[in-house]
T-cell receptor, first 115, second 114 residues
Framework: AQKVTQAQTEISVVEKEDVTLDCVYE???????LFWYKQPPSGELVFLIRRNSFDEQNEISGRYSWNFQKSTSSFNFTITASQVVDSAVYFCALGSYSSASKIIFGSGTRLSIRP | NAGVTQTPKFQVLKTGQSMTLQCAQD?????MSWYRQDPGMGLRLIHYSVGAGITDQGEVPNGYNVSRSTTEDFPLRLLSAAPSQTSVYFC?????????????FGQGTRLTVV
């Protein structure tokens, strides 16, 4: 069975601090996808990144970086120098290579950035 | 390019009523899915489709029906609404493009069953 665990329900930090959101997944598939989505207060889901299981390179995009470690089944997301606009719920998700429509989501982490 | 369009955005139903949530995409994606989002539980997969005429159940399919007669449309039907179905519903579409797979989500439908 596939499962995504985001153990941090809520995180609150002061602006400009760095913050890491944890994601641990379980799957029996040998090939799979991992995603991060952002859901701002307006409610829409914003795609941030997709990582394929055969590509363990870490990725950096501006203030965002992702650490994929297959050995620990983790795909953590770090925001450097956080800003108030980063306040949102962040979801980690796991996709099956055999079925691109079957994406399983974690329960989300609510991130609050205080000015 | 509208992407994924869901209608309606808001709906209030009485217990026992039926209704259909509409989802349409204009990206010619073969894969479509329905999720519900409840507080503290993230998004849970209701039903999904890998192409026209093909559907399957997700994590929480009970109380919902789907069909996929065209590539563009994937409606979700509630046959007899229950208060437990009060939730925000998201439709998603994606295309298997190998390393470029990404799911696009609609804006959501907020459903309240009283």
């Amino acid at each position: 069975a596939q499962k995504v665990t985001q153990a941090q329900t809520e995180i609150s930090v002061v602006e400009k601090e760095d913050v890491t959101l944890d994601c641990v997944y379980e799957t029996r598939d040998t090939t799979y996808y991992l995603f991060w989505y952002k859901q701002p207060p307006s409610g829409e889901l914003v795609f941030l990144i997709r990582r394929n299981s055969f590509d363990e390179q870490n990725e950096i995009s501006g203030r965002y970086s992702w650490n994929f470690q297959k050995s620990t089944s983790s795909f953590n997301f770090t925001i450097t120098a956080s800003q108030v606009v980063d306040s949102a719920v962040y979801f980690c998700a796991l996709g099956s290579y055999s079925s691109a429509s079957k994406i399983i989501f974690g329960s989300g982490t609510r991130l609050s950035i205080r000015p | 390019n509208a992407g994924v369009t869901q209608t309606p955005k808001f709906q209030v139903l009485k217990t026992g009523q039926s209704m259909t949530l509409q989802c349409a995409q204009d990206m010619n994606h073969e894969y479509m899915s329905w999720y519900r989002q409840d507080p503290g539980m993230g998004l849970r997969l209701i039903h999904y489709s890998v192409g026209a005429g093909i559907t399957d159940q997700g994590e929480v399919p009970n109380g919902y029906n789907v069909s996929r007669s065209t590539t563009e449309d994937f409606p979700l039907r509630l046959l007899s609404a229950a208060p437990s179905q009060t939730s925000v519903y998201f439709c998603a579409s994606s295309s298997d493009r190998g390393m470029n797979t990404e799911a696009f989500f609609g804006q959501g439908t907020r459903l309240t069953v009283v």
